[in-house]
């Protein structure tokens, strides 16, 4: 019934601009046109408000008003008045048709400035409407015209909003980069028209949206509470879209109560305006999902009851995609397997579905495939979404969001110091004009020079430096690649030889030893808890081969604190390795290990000591050296790009007993970089 109402209002409109427009098509002399057409331009700026406060008043006014003017275009102009109101009010029908009205009447008309504007206003229209119902690519194509007919019109203060949708068009699309392009762009043209910061805000919670999606919080949060500063200056529709992107960000952070808390605010704003319908059925679908995530299924039930049926009305593929998402969470959540699978069946994603509506589904259909045991499916979901996440939040697009943010920064400074430079070299052009023009020349040739020279040494350097880095990460793989088979054939050959079936907790933690010492291999730095956690499990490997004369004693320093202290992998295991293997194995008598770690004035100090007789070249139990030598090439390679090193020392000591051991210390820098 309601669909039935919308397109007996569009015909409506139709059937009158049939009646009054086509008798109309010459236009009245020049001097008439241009007084109507500033009539025309008169009322709008100051009714403008109206279009989002009071759409069906406004619209009223506009027909009647149509109806009197004389000149075509201007009758034009007013119908795209109408024309918004009806997208104000969600009257996709309706609108669809004036704009075919619009279209057909500008494709017959020779070119005018004035003509532009009105096409551009037409288009603008249009995207949002392609917007609306999901069809983003769509509304991209009709965003970018209508911006190419404002360049030809004659009202330049109204690009930056048609940028402001094109940049939203891009960030639903993904490219994040380009969105922020035509934001950094809509802010210049604001700058160069000497706009008020009022006109701003739009970029500014567009920009924390496009924040949002990168994950990036904290810039989100610096340009909403830009927007914010406006709040009470906003249209109701423009008050929509803030809360609705606070809500969002939120949501994404997983605090579901504040999300909620701006959701509920559009509700209660839009109860004093009948005819936003679009906005109070978003936030019920927002709602819905909030309530998913906190597991209140009854809640969620409710919402997306309220909204499904404003969203089959107009038809918005993302919005219908999304509810779909959310029945299988529903499902999900009351174990309805059946239901899930045949909305699965009849649910399928278009092209031009947003990426973030994608990662939510994936997400659904993951818990899906786990609830219903089949965990090759939920992997393969769980992977799409680390590639999801990778290919819309990757580095490059934080790099060039960050660089576009900075040079419209830049920009701005830039630009104002022109605007006060040009009106001072005017004052001056007719008597210093070959003068200037030369000391130019000469000046941006010094520059280029200047310029080419220095690009010159820093591509050099550049290259310089990444073969430098390439060179030091091959020799760094190569050694560490040596390291793990040695170390774990050694360890596997032992246990096949002396364990016993019932041997069970030996297995576990060579298990555990082999695993981490994979994982250790594919690092170059742990900190010094993952560390002694690793030598812990060998000692408790090798106790059994040296018998309860070996005495392992671990003491760390209280002001010391393992999770913080980094230091290279392997570091400690080796030197503990050497003295079971060379020193501690063969030994008769009290077999004894010490590893302590204390502060000293310079950092952190480490020492691995045994009683096992000493550091002896000639000893037939030396072993081959190569895991000291990955140690310390570790150690120089990275001591290279370190103003402080990491000192070693490896020497015998006699300790208080009598007898002669060997000590490996190792002196960390506080501040030390094991980045390669």
Not at 65 to 82: G, I
Not at 182 to 194: E, G, M, P, T
Not at 482 to 498: A, D, G, T, Y
Not at 631 to 651: F, G, P, R, S, Y
Request: charged share 25%; aromatic share 10%; proline share 3%.
């Amino acid at each position: 019934m309601r669909s039935g109402l919308k397109s007996c209002i569009g015909f409506f409109l139709l059937l009158w601009t049939g009646i009054v427009l086509p008798g109309a098509c010459t236009c009245k002399g020049g001097g008439d046109m241009i007084s109507e057409m500033r009539e025309f331009d008169s009322f709008f700026s100051t009714h403008v408000d109206s279009v989002a406060t009071a759409p069906r008043r406004m619209r009223t006014q506009v027909l009647q008003r149509m109806k009197a003017a004389k000149d075509s275009l201007v009758r034009y102009n007013y119908l795209s008045v109408a024309l918004k109101t009806c997208l104000a009010t969600s009257d996709i029908d309706s609108a669809q048709l004036l704009i075919r009205e619009i279209e057909d009447f500008t494709g017959r008309q020779p070119f005018s400035h004035r003509l532009a504007d009105l096409q551009s206003e037409c288009l603008n229209m249009k995207g949002n409407i392609y917007s609306r119902k999901g069809y983003i690519d769509s509304a991209e194509v009709c965003f970018k015209k209508a911006y190419e007919w404002r360049l030809q019109g004659t009202k330049p203060e109204t690009i930056p909003d048609i940028l402001i949708n094109l940049a939203d068009a891009n960030n639903h699309l993904g490219r994040l980069d380009m969105g922020v392009f035509w934001y950094r762009k809509a802010l210049l043209i604001c700058d160069s028209l000497n706009m008020p910061s009022d006109r701003k805000f739009p970029i500014y919670y567009g920009l924390a949206q496009g924040y949002m999606t990168l994950r990036d919080y904290e810039q989100c949060d610096y340009y909403s509470e830009l927007a914010a500063k406006n709040y009470d200056e906003m249209l109701p529709d423009e008050k929509h879209f803030y809360l609705n992107n606070r809500g969002n960000s939120y949501y994404y952070r997983g605090d579901y109560a504040t999300a909620i808390g701006y959701f509920r605010k559009v509700v209660e704003l839009v109860k004093d305006y009948p005819d936003m319908r679009w906005g109070l059925n978003l936030s019920y679908l927002n709602l819905s999902d909030c309530f998913l995530q906190r597991n209140e299924a009854d809640s969620a039930a409710k919402y997306l009851d309220l909204c499904e049926p404003f969203f089959k009305e107009i038809g918005s593929t993302t919005a219908l995609y999304y509810i779909d998402t959310q029945k299988i969470e529903l499902a999900l959540q009351r174990k309805d397997f059946a239901e899930a699978r045949r909305l699965l069946t009849v649910s399928k994603a278009s092209p031009e579905i947003d990426a973030d509506m994608i990662h939510i589904r994936n997400k659904y259909l993951q818990q899906f495939h786990e609830e219903t045991g089949n965990y090759q499916r939920a992997y393969d979901y769980l992977k799409k979404n680390d590639r999801l996440d990778d290919s819309i939040r990757n580095e490059r697009i934080r790099m060039r969001t960050a660089d576009l943010t900075l040079r419209y920064q830049q920009d701005s400074t830039l630009m104002a110091h022109k605007v006060l430079f040009q009106k001072q070299e005017n004052e001056v052009l007719a008597l210093r004009q070959t003068r200037l023009v030369t000391l130019a020349i000469a000046v941006i040739a010094f520059l280029i020079a200047v310029f080419l020279y220095l690009y010159n040494r820093k591509k050099h350097d550049l290259l310089l430096a990444q073969n430098r880095r390439t060179v030091s990460t091959l020799r760094l793989e190569n050694i560490r690649n040596r390291l793990s088979p040695h170390f774990i054939f050694n360890v596997l050959n032992q246990e096949v030889v002396n364990r016993r079936e019932e041997e069970k907790q030996e297995l576990a933690s060579l298990v555990k030893l082999m695993r981490r010492n994979l994982e250790l291999a594919e690092q170059l730095c742990v900190t010094l808890s993952e560390e002694l956690d690793f030598v812990g499990t060998y000692i408790d490997l090798e106790r059994r081969s040296l018998g309860a004369t070996f005495r392992p004693d671990i003491k760390i320093a209280e002001d010391v604190h393992p999770e913080q202290v980094w230091l290279p992998s392997m570091m400690i295991q080796i030197p503990v390795e050497n003295s079971v293997k060379h020193a501690l194995r063969g030994k008769e008598g009290e077999r004894n290990l010490w590893i302590t770690v204390d502060r000293q004035e310079r950092g952190i100090r480490i020492k691995i000591t045994d009683n096992g007789g000493g550091y002896r070249p000639d000893s037939r139990h030396r072993g081959t050296g190569t895991g000291m030598k990955v140690i310390m090439q570790t150690i120089q390679i990275l001591n290279m790009k370190n103003k402080e090193a990491i000192d070693v020392a490896v020497h015998n000591v006699t300790l208080p007993d009598g007898e002669v051991g060997c000590e490996v210390t190792f002196l960390l820098p506080d501040k030390y970089d094991y980045k390669i």
